[in-house]
């Protein structure tokens, strides 16, 4: 039942990003909805982040590092109710709170203002490293592209989170393979990005990032793994769930047109998947 | 009096800063016996981390840490904080507001022997286009101090230029900072000399030079400058000149010209680096030759006194 109930939430994330960038005709669908399924789990069934306690940053948080997936933010903060869909039609359009790339102190839930790629990963070691000054509980968690960790800042970060010993940091790589130029193994191969992990000091988990059960295992992994930093290896598929945007780099920073949102909708509503 | 440096000062500042207050961190990027942050760590160790050298890691961490209710104080040489982690500070420190102050060393061409790689002189312009950011330039250790206390309390991103020689102080030990406010140290008349950091010295140095009065000025605040002290400077003055140890492009010269483009009072001379980089040599030896010296600050005043 549970595994349902997140399929069904991961859906409707799905299609809050859809409506988003299919409004403004603007933004990132591929790698948001790569990235659907595994920020569901970890804002339903990982995080203790709510309503309630949205606002405060004395909970777990989440930093979003590959910013431009943004509809993914905000479509799982409509989902969790911390804002409104009522928002939707604002994205990326003036005056608006949801901003292109996330602005931290415009959007109730946003943890951090991110989008200049590399620097997100090393604002969650930050983060992390002020829990441990505060001997807080709390734990920290990045979303990170593959083709994010071209980025030297990535390894930087990497290098400090390791070397401060951040058990209470799990970084995602959300690995879909493809970045704005195409293959990332055509366009400058950052791998093998778990080898390179593992070399800077980190604990690394492979999981499958469509598959609740292996998402959960990765978290698991992830809190009970001490002394050092956790990253999640999670293989995906960008535009996963809307047919024709799978696999197609195309579709990193391009809007569906009406006839491409109706059959993308469709795809979301039919199979549930 | 021995004279002393502005980073010293802002060690010794810091040192006590972070006993008093149990949210301050510093950070450091292997500079931590050159930016003096060494103090801050020996005094309360768990709240100062070295980032090793990873400026713009450095300063992404600080945000990080500055988002989770911490008052950064974070230190490298000018060169590498605001030039190499300059879009860091951009979007992960200003852009959100956070209250990361970048307490930056080694400014100028006074960094001396270590040459053209290491003297900044773009820094200021660097900092001051920032939206949200606030840029200051102590002149002595009593103005340090008390600048590195203030900006403990200005709630958002600070940037502060600090040096690596000693200079001779300026003001007495009852000296209050304002922020934002300019500080007439010689009331004179015809030109009036609007200096920021050590170049408040040579411009005092220049006293027995002048062949008439000026009007000598220190300004501790870069951004937001003093907008109503420089029309008033203006009004009251033939000519305003304006010194600094950092490029004439960008600077304290380029923000008093800013300030006053407008208000088309009187011509503003600015004395600085000519667009050129620095080179290795002693810090006299380097002011004297860039023309930055008490002798060449009189040369160029005494032509409108």
Known sequence: MVR????????????NIIDMVFAAQSGHPGGSLSGADIVTYLYFDEMNINKENA????????????GHASPLLYGILMEKEIISTDLIPTFRQVDSKLQGHPNMNYVEGV????GSLGQ?????????LANKVDNSPNRVYAMLGDGECEEGQVWEAAMA?????????????????LQIDGDITDVMNPTPIDEKFAAFGWNVVHIDGHDFDDIRRGFDEARNCKGKPTMILAKTTKGK????MEGDYGWHGVAPNKEQYDAAMACLTGGNK | MAKVATREAYGKTLAKLVVEKDNVIVLDADLTKSTKTIEAKNARPEHHFNMGIAEGNMMSVAAGLAASNKVVYASSFAMFAAGRAFEQIRNSICYPKLNVKVCATHAGLTVGEDGASHQSVEDIALMRAIPNMKVFQPCDDIETAAIINAVYDIDGPCYVRLGRSGVERVNKEDYTFELGKGVILNKGEKVAIVATGMMVQEALGAKDLFKGNPTIVNMPTIKPIDTDLLIDLAKTHDVIVTVEEHSIIGGLGGAVVEALAEHNL????????????????????????????SQAIANKVNTYL
Do not use: Q, W
């Open chain 1, 120 to 128: 997100g990963i090393s604002c969650a070691v930050g983060m992390a």
């Open chain 1, 241 to 244: 769930c809307v047919s024709f």
């Open chain 1, 161 to 177: 989170a390791a070397h401060y010993k951040l058990d209470n940091l799990c970084a995602v790589v959300d690995f879909n393979g």
């Open chain 1, 111 to 114: 943890d951090m203002s991110t």
């Open chain 2, 266 to 293: 009187c011509p503003i001379i600015r004395m600085g680096v000519n667009d050129t980089f620095g080179e290795s040599g002693k810090p006299a030896d380097l002011l004297k030759k860039y023309r930055l010296d």
């Open chain 1, 55 to 66: 606002s405060s940053n004395n909970r777990d948080r989440f930093v979003l590092s590959k």
């Open chain 1, 4 to 15: 349902m109930n997140l399929k069904e939430h991961a859906t409707n994330v799905r299609k």
